[in-house]
Every structure is written in structure tokens, then in C-alpha cells.
């Protein structure tokens, strides 16, 4: 497995899904989405996943976390809630029709989940446990080494654990009845500090 063969899909929504994603982001944000599509299609390959819808799981993971950008944070709903109708949005100028749409919608939404069947959705589940490992560390030597350090060279860490904590605990006490609250909750602030991948590409 490596990392030039996990090729984006070029349509007009991933294209307009990433100009989006460049523009909301900082640097370190960026690079989370793009390293949590990555591990995506990793794990659907370690996982021998098929029918994997790959338009739909780029966009969604590229746009998972744009519901903390101030631009489209809700004042009610959840930041990925939030980010889920953004691309619902997105994916309508593209030309999707209401099904697809809604389905862009759910996988980024499920994303926060603590889990997601395969059996019901495949790019969902891909998507939760490639955050979870980006975010939190899960599963952290799931993926061969030599495309882990090569996607970490790529898409660096950065100051992903203090921009992603802030942001996560400012939803969690605006919106506590939100994932966000679940996630500061369950030691989001520790396992970002103590991820096993800080500092892993610099040291090798």
C-alpha cells in the first residue's frame, strides 16, 4: 500500500470541495481533512471494503470539519451537523441529485459517531475510523508504516492539537448537548496532546 496509489477522484465536487476546504482552513486543518481521507481509503483498502462510493468519501472527508469554521458554525446545530448541510450545498451546485446529497450529509455527520456499521454505511465507517485515528490515535499501527510517515511527510501534524482542542471544546460549551461535549469529555484534550503520530515524521 502506498501512497500514490490513493488517488482523489477529479470531479466538480471534490475540486469545489477542496477550494472550499483550502480557503475556510488553516494550514493545520487542511491537513487533518486531507490525512482523514487519506486513512480512508487506506483502511478501505486493509479492510477489503468494495463498493466504496470514492466522489462521495472525498468530499465528505475533505468537508467533515468546515462546521468549525466561524463562516458556517450553527449556533445550534452541531459542528458536524453544520458542516454536513454545507456540503449537502456544495454537492447540489455540483449537480447531485436529493439522495446523494443526503448521503454526503449522513457520512459527515457520522463521522462523530462512536462507531459506524459498514453494513449500512461503508464510506461513513471509513470516514469514523480514519478521524478516529487522526483525531483520538485509535487503531494506531493498523496502517503499514512506510504510508503512514509518508502521509505525515505530506500533510503534517502542525498545530492540529491546539487549533482542533480549542475549537472542539468551544462547540462542546456553546453546544452541550452536541458530539463535541461527548468528545472533551471522553479525554479529546489528552489524546490529542499524547497522539502517537506527533512528531512521528520529524523523528524519522
Known amino acids: 500500500m502506498r501512497l500514490q496509489?490513493?488517488?482523489?477522484?477529479?470531479?466538480?465536487?471534490?475540486?469545489?470541495?477542496?477550494?472550499?476546504?483550502?480557503?475556510?482552513?488553516t494550514p493545520a486543518l487542511l491537513n487533518h481533512v486531507l490525512r482523514s481521507w487519506l486513512w480512508a481509503e487506506a483502511f478501505a483498502l486493509l479492510e477489503d471494503r468494495h463498493g466504496v462510493d470514492h466522489e462521495l468519501l472525498r468530499t465528505a472527508a475533505v468537508l467533515h470539519d468546515i462546521g468549525l469554521v466561524e463562516a458556517y458554525d450553527n449556533?445550534?446545530?452541531?459542528?458536524?451537523?453544520?458542516?454536513?448541510?454545507?456540503?449537502?450545498?456544495?454537492t447540489a451546485g455540483a449537480g447531485w441529485p436529493a439522495e446523494r446529497?443526503?448521503?454526503?450529509?449522513?457520512?459527515?455527520?457520522?463521522?462523530?459517531?462512536?462507531?459506524?456499521?459498514?453494513a449500512v454505511d461503508v464510506e461513513g465507517h471509513l470516514l469514523e475510523v480514519a478521524t478516529g485515528l487522526d483525531i483520538s490515535g485509535a487503531r494506531p499501527d493498523a496502517l503499514p508504516d512506510d504510508l503512514v510517515d509518508a502521509v505525515l511527510t505530506?500533510?503534517?501534524r502542525l498545530t492540529l492539537a491546539e487549533e482542533f482542542g480549542r475549537q472542539v471544546s468551544d462547540q462542546a460549551?456553546?453546544?452541550?448537548?452536541?458530539?463535541?461535549?461527548?468528545?472533551?469529555?471522553?479525554?479529546?484534550?489528552?489524546?490529542?496532546?499524547?497522539?502517537?503520530?506527533?512528531?512521528?515524521a520529524a523523528a524519522r
Open 173 to 200: 460549551a456553546r453546544k452541550p448537548g452536541t458530539a463535541a461535549r461527548r468528545l472533551v469529555d471522553g479525554g479529546l484534550l489528552s489524546k490529542l496532546a499524547h497522539h502517537p503520530h506527533e512528531g512521528r
Open 75 to 90: 449556533v445550534a446545530l452541531s459542528y458536524e451537523e453544520a458542516g454536513g448541510q454545507v456540503a449537502v450545498a456544495l
Open 154 to 156: 505530506r500533510h503534517p
Open 5 to 25: 496509489d490513493l488517488r482523489a477522484p477529479e470531479t466538480p465536487a471534490t475540486r469545489a470541495a477542496l477550494e472550499l476546504a483550502t480557503a475556510c482552513h
Open 101 to 118: 446529497r443526503r448521503r454526503a450529509l449522513e457520512v459527515v455527520v457520522r463521522h462523530n459517531w462512536p462507531s459506524v456499521d459498514p
